[in-house]
């Protein structure tokens, strides 16, 4: 049977390449929009899947430029934007709301807030150029390749994030960063191609009901992202920790049915291993995914992913979800569920 989505998560890099084009051919414009960013905090705004993307971008955004990032969900800017936004003015606040469709609820009433509260500009990440957000915002940031017919978000979420980057690499007059990101439509394309079968194997093993993401620092959002994904497709049971966390009560879930991914950054790497080695010895199953996997991973890992992109951790980020969202796929389709229409969701989030 065909699915939009399986479509779509095989089609990132052409979208990424997408993406790269565009924000070769629009760069005087994107580095008008981002001067004034120099001395604002930038906060991330999203909900769901864009709230994850909003994790791991601020931690990126700051990781690269030095300068302070933090991420938010919608809603509390809507209830609580004393937390989010503590002084009074948006002098030193520069608010990035992300969302696919732009129609959000929680997003454009959170954009409209912030402008009616504290005035001051604010930036809209969307795919669609007509949207409501963009329309609100003083400065729109697009992907419009990157729109989707799926009820899920796969291409979405990586090509808004892979903007983020190149916006990060203006931003911080970083070059090496900026030709890294050039390097990742061909990677994943590599990628994809030696692992969409081996993926389908993982899932076809049939053991796993339970499914755990652990992650540090940017990779963080991605595995919160890699829990959403099996949650909407597959209705399956899991949960997403820092990695360090899952030693503190977590573990005590642990047991053969199910499969503990870790997203091993080099920045982390030693630390991750060991816990990686750890939850091997409690009896889960193990995947890997990784930069390079040498033999201390190897031995304790039933599962391993090797992206070997030879660029840097924080440019790769949007390697790692093609394979978790393949995961989240193979597994909805095991079960005899349409991956395209999950239960109880709708591709945009309205209320009244």
Request: proline share 4%; net charge negative.
């Amino acid at each position: 049977m065909h699915h939009a989505t399986f479509e779509e998560i095989l089609s990132q890099p052409t979208t990424w390449d997408k993406v790269l084009e565009q924000v070769s051919r629009e760069r005087s414009t994107f580095q008008k929009y981002l001067e004034e960013l120099t001395d604002q905090e930038v906060i991330f705004i999203g909900c769901g899947t864009s709230y994850y993307l909003s994790l791991s971008a601020a931690s990126l955004y700051t990781r690269i430029t030095g300068k302070r990032a933090r991420a938010s969900s919608a809603s509390e800017v809507l209830f609580y934007p004393e937390t989010v936004f503590p002084a009074s003015g948006t002098g030193g606040y520069a608010p990035v709301f992300i969302s696919r469709s732009g129609e959000t609820t929680e997003v454009v009433r959170a954009a409209k807030e912030v402008q009616t509260r504290l005035g001051g500009n604010t930036y809209g990440v969307s795919c669609r150029p007509n949207s409501s957000l963009i329309h609100i915002c003083d400065y729109p940031l697009l992907v419009p390749d990157a729109d989707e017919k799926s009820v899920v978000m796969t291409r979405s979420f990586t090509s808004m994030l892979l903007l983020i980057q190149l916006m990060t690499a203006i931003t911080s007059s970083n070059a090496k960063f900026e030709s890294e990101l050039s390097k990742l439509p061909d990677l994943g394309i590599a990628m994809i191609d030696k692992y969409r079968d081996s993926v389908k194997d993982i899932i076809n093993d049939g053991r796993y009901s339970k499914f755990i993401y652990l992650a540090q620092g940017p990779y963080y959002g991605l595995a919160s992202e890699a829990m959403l994904k099996i949650k909407e497709m597959s209705l399956s049971s899991s949960e997403v920790y820092y990695s360090l966390e899952f030693r503190h009560g977590p573990m005590a879930t642990v047991d053969e049915d199910m499969l503990i991914t870790f997203f091993i950054s080099e920045h982390v790497r030693e630390e991750e291993v060991a816990l990686l080695r750890e939850m091997k010895k409690l009896g889960a199953s193990t995947l890997a995914l990784c930069e390079a996997a040498d033999a201390s991973i190897r031995k304790v890992s039933d599962h391993v992913i090797e992206l070997a992109s030879d660029i840097s951790d924080d440019a790769r980020m949007v390697l790692y979800m093609p394979v978790v969202q393949l995961l989240g796929y193979y597994n909805a389709v095991a079960k005899g569920l349409d991956p395209d229409h999950p239960n109880n969701l709708v591709q945009v989030v309205t209320l009244r």
